[in-house]
């Protein structure tokens, strides 16, 4: 067992989906970057195992898939019970650059072989459906091969060049003047211990 000190410009706690894109974003600003995950970024995660759907608009021109239609949808399903700005600003305004983005990537949100978001009936997957609540906006789910969407920004990360430490389990949090500057954690194979010193830290540690 041996200790490590590791220092970086982010430390980004968690390889999750959302650890993956806070260190792609931070890299493509020319941060250095540090992520830390508990398990094999390539499939750790809530998202590890694939999504097959997403929750979205897609202005495809059906009157139901709209900004408008998906805010309410926001709005009802949590029984009003949510700040409408916050998701107006980091959710409905967004939604059309993370679809851009995520394709850019290589993440297949449209049909290969009809190249749009609306179903090919060649392959069953890629398609948009409603999922009805009674008395409520109808809540638009678009169906894709999210299979590997872990894997591919897993990758994406690596080919920018943040540092991955991976079977780390992170243990506390440092802190100076009221800002986190670091963490600590274990590596949960062999044992040695790891503190990490950032200018900038965040946590995607999620749930999972």
Request: glycine content about 10%.
């Amino acid at each position: 067992m041996a200790d490590r000190v590791v220092s970086t410009d982010v430390l980004v706690l968690g390889g999750g989906l959302a650890g993956c894109m806070a260190a792609i974003r931070a890299r493509e600003q020319g941060a250095k970057v540090t992520v830390v995950d508990k398990a094999a970024t390539q499939r750790s995660g809530d998202a590890g195992r694939g999504f097959f759907f997403y929750n979205s608009y897609f202005n495809t021109g059906e009157p139901w898939d709209t900004a408008e239609t998906y805010r309410q949808w926001w709005r009802d399903v949590r029984h009003g019970l949510v700040d409408m700005k916050v998701v107006d600003a980091v959710v409905i305004k967004t939604q059309p650059l993370v679809q851009q983005y995520l394709e850019k990537m290589g993440v297949p949100l449209r049909d290969p072989r009809a190249g749009s978001f609306q179903e090919d009936p060649r392959t069953g997957r890629y398609r948009l459906l409603l999922s009805p609540e009674p008395g409520k906006v109808e809540n638009p789910r678009f169906f894709f091969r999210g299979e590997n969407i872990k894997t591919i920004l897993a990758k994406r990360m690596q080919e920018l060049g943040a540092q991955v430490i991976e079977r780390v389990q992170v243990t506390s949090l440092l802190t100076a003047d009221g800002r986190v500057i670091g963490a600590t954690g274990f590596h949960n194979r062999d044992g040695d211990f790891y503190t990490f010193k950032a200018k900038a830290v965040v946590l995607a540690l999620g749930s999972a």
